[in-house]
């Protein structure tokens, strides 16, 4: 049952149908809405949703991030997965 | 008053009362036991007002409530203005009067969301609850309505003593009413509720039996449905973050257009809150007195005001400061460290003796006894 919901880095993730992710110009600042929620993103957690694009798979986007922050793939894989993980659950994040 | 470091933020949801009418009749409804008339409803035009002054001032979501919204014929054109204006847009609905027209109507005007009541997993008792013969169908029905609309539904199962036994059958009922997301709300006690509390609350025995299965639940069906829970603050150590805070995150317009910090604080007598007839809801915010008055940490009394929780936590509910002690100003009683901690262990008294017969919300002066105007359950 849980086995579609699982991400790795074969996982190509889309935002769910009524998440919206965007830039609020009040707070100068991203915001993540869907049902029952309201995220505000930190400065990592925007970097990779900026990716989320219903192409890229996680581990691409391990890698574009890896590019971008200088910052070994390993260092940066944990913590991008357990993030995509939690926004799936959350059904915020779909595949 | 010392001036407090930080700026005041910009809200983030706007809870939308449209109106106080409703079909149903529960006897937790979060309306005030002063219900307002149709009449004295803000119209069509102040309503799209208010929603483009909450975008302009930083809202990002809007809550359309009541009472029942759908009673508001123009419903559908006020989600519509939210929407253009930028705000994402929940209805908050017993599902009592939706049909596929104005299903279709909500949808098109850009709707996010759906947020559908349930009183119980059994129809009569649910019918009993909600004080309406027929409600129970009308709900899946509406549950379906969101479905076919390919909106997303939340079920909110409001439970308490008298139903917590069928928590089981409430999950399974979600799943199959296809909801994303489940909210297992033990009720809160304000105004109705509080009315009702010795025929709600439940026992701690009840309490943790509940949240052992809404746990199982939540490993079980992680990926399927989203299980949110709220506990209620009878058998707490430590108080909720009442509305992230008072006048922090949070506003409420009621149907006459009074604005609040949140949807109970027409109970705090004593106090005076601004009308959008008179200022922008920017004013309001900013500057109202209401809203400064419990804003961040100055107004604190001991021992919030030297607790390593007090931003966490805010000093919990000012309502239930209030409804408990007759004093807003104080730590709310939820708090084991309040010295009014007390009040709840003898409101705990009350779920060892039989439960009272319900007292329905309804406008007349006269409350009635449930036993006179409802059809027994079948
Ligand atoms: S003393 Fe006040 S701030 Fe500290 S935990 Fe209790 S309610 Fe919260």
């Given at each position: 049952m849980t086995g579609s919901t699982k991400v790795d880095g074969g996982s190509v993730l889309r935002f769910a149908a009524h998440a919206r992710f965007r830039f609020d110009e009040t707070r100068q600042a991203w915001v993540v809405l869907a049902p029952e929620r309201l995220l505000l993103p930190d400065e990592q957690a925007v970097a990779v949703l900026k990716l989320i694009d219903g192409v890229r798979d996680a581990d691409a986007i391990i890698d574009q991030l890896g590019r971008e922050y200088q910052a070994p793939r390993e260092v940066i894989a944990g913590d991008v997965l357990t993030m995509l993980q939690d926004l799936v659950d959350k059904k915020v994040l779909r595949q | 008053m010392i001036a407090t470091s930080t700026a005041v933020e910009p809200p983030l949801a706007l809870l939308a009362e449209l109106t106080h009418r409703c079909p149903l009749r529960c006897p937790y409804c979060s309306n005030p036991l002063a219900l307002e008339r149709a009449g004295t409803e803000l119209d069509t035009a102040a309503w799209r007002r208010v929603l483009s002054e909450a975008a302009a001032l930083g809202v990002l979501q809007v809550h359309f409530?009541?009472?029942?919204?759908?009673?508001?014929?123009?419903?559908?054109?006020?989600?519509?203005?939210?929407?253009?204006?930028?705000?994402?847009?929940?209805?908050?609905?017993?599902?009592?009067?939706?049909?596929?027209?104005?299903?279709?109507?909500?949808?098109?005007?850009g709707l996010e969301h759906v947020q559908l009541s349930l009183q119980d997993s059994d129809p009569g008792q649910g019918d009993r609850v909600a004080g309406l013969a027929g409600a129970q169908a009308q709900k899946y029905r509406a549950a379906q309505l969101v479905r076919d609309a390919g909106l997303p539904l939340t079920v909110n199962a409001v439970v308490h003593r008298q139903n917590l036994g069928r928590l089981q059958d409430m999950i399974e009922l979600a799943l199959q009413l296809g909801a994303d997301r489940l909210e297992i709300a033990h009720v809160q006690y304000y105004g109705w509720a509080l009315k009702n509390r010795a025929a709600l609350l439940p026992s701690r025995e009840q309490l943790a039996q509940a949240t052992t299965l809404v746990e199982a639940a939540r490993v079980r069906l992680k990926g399927v449905m989203v299980i949110d829970y709220v506990v209620p603050d009878?058998?707490?150590?430590?108080?909720?973050?009442?509305?992230?805070?008072?006048?922090?995150?949070?506003?409420?317009?009621?149907?006459?257009?009074?604005?609040?910090?949140?949807?109970?604080?027409?109970?705090?007598?004593?106090?005076?809150?601004?009308?959008?007839?008179?200022?922008s809801l920017a004013e309001i915010w900013h500057n109202d007195p209401a809203f400064a008055r419990f804003r961040g940490t100055d107004w604190m009394p001991d021992p919030c005001r030297g607790c390593e929780r007090r931003e966490i936590d805010w000093g919990g509910c000012r309502c239930q400061a209030f409804a408990l002690t007759g004093d807003a100003a104080r730590t709310d009683p939820a708090c084991a460290l309040s010295p009014d901690h007390e009040l709840l262990a003898a409101a705990r008294t009350e779920t060892a003796l039989p439960a009272p017969e319900f007292v329905y919300r309804q406008h007349s002066a006269v409350v009635r006894r449930a036993s006179e105007h409802v059809s027994p359950a079948p």
């Open positions: - | 409530s009541g009472g029942e919204p759908l009673a508001r014929r123009d419903l559908a054109s006020l989600v519509a203005h939210a929407a253009q204006a930028g705000l994402y847009g929940n209805l908050i609905t017993s599902g009592i009067g939706l049909d596929a027209a104005r299903m279709a109507a909500l949808a098109g005007a009878y058998y707490a150590r430590r108080p909720k973050a009442c509305m992230g805070g008072w006048g922090r995150r949070f506003l409420n317009v009621i149907p006459s257009g009074t604005v609040l910090p949140c949807h109970a604080a027409e109970t705090l007598s004593g106090m005076r809150f601004p009308n959008v007839g008179a200022a």
